[in-house]
């Protein structure tokens, strides 16, 4: 049987198919983390000004972000939610990420602390450690 004679071009080629795929899917990535970026500033709040405090570091810890624009409006990222289902979001997102995460409250400078006071005792009581005031510089 004669074996076939391979072309002597001299070029070499090879596929440029798995560079795209990367570049595809890098794309995705960033869409998504886009997205999840704004949904968490997506609420309009009146922050207040902060003389001192720390950068936001944005690293692996997962974060639930409350909003409160005004008295009575509750916010996690664009969707609203009713003040007596904090506790039970607050409860199902601690089982969901296995233990602890973060709570980002974006308060506004106009809501007294009265309102804030049973947020900050009911993530006490359910092991929520790690709480985040957004402010202004």
Same mark, same amino acid.
């Given at each position: 049987?004669?074996?076939? *004679?391979?072309?002597?071009?001299?070029?070499?080629?090879?596929?440029?198919?798995?560079?795209?795929? !990367? !570049?595809?899917?890098?794309?995705?990535?960033?869409?998504?983390?886009?997205?999840?970026?704004?949904?968490?500033?997506? !609420?309009?709040?009146?922050?207040?000004?902060?003389?001192?405090?720390?950068?936001?570091?944005?690293?692996?810890?997962?974060?639930?972000?409350?909003?409160?624009?005004?008295?009575? *409006?509750?916010? &996690?990222?664009?969707?609203? &939610?009713?003040?007596?289902? &904090?506790?039970?979001?607050?409860?199902?997102?601690?089982?969901?990420?296995?233990?602890?995460?973060?709570?980002? &409250?974006?308060?506004?400078?106009?809501?007294?602390?009265?309102?804030?006071?049973?947020?900050?005792?009911?993530?006490?009581?359910?092991?929520?450690?790690?709480?985040?005031?957004?402010?202004?510089?």
């Amino acid at each position: 049987m004669k074996t076939p *004679a391979a072309p002597r071009s001299g070029a070499l080629g090879f596929s440029m198919t798995p560079m795209i795929d !990367v !570049v595809f899917l890098l794309i995705i990535f960033f869409l998504v983390a886009s997205h999840f970026s704004r949904q968490e500033v997506a !609420v309009e709040v009146d922050l207040p000004h902060a003389q001192s405090g720390d950068d936001v570091k944005d690293d692996e810890i997962a974060r639930l972000t409350l909003s409160i624009p005004q008295p009575g *409006a509750w916010y &996690i990222g664009q969707n609203e &939610i009713q003040e007596e289902n &904090i506790e039970e979001i607050l409860q199902m997102e601690k089982a969901r990420r296995q233990g602890a995460y973060q709570l980002r &409250i974006r308060c506004a400078k106009s809501i007294p602390y009265g309102e804030m006071e049973p947020i900050l005792i009911l993530a006490a009581r359910l092991g929520i450690g790690d709480i985040q005031f957004a402010v202004v510089q």
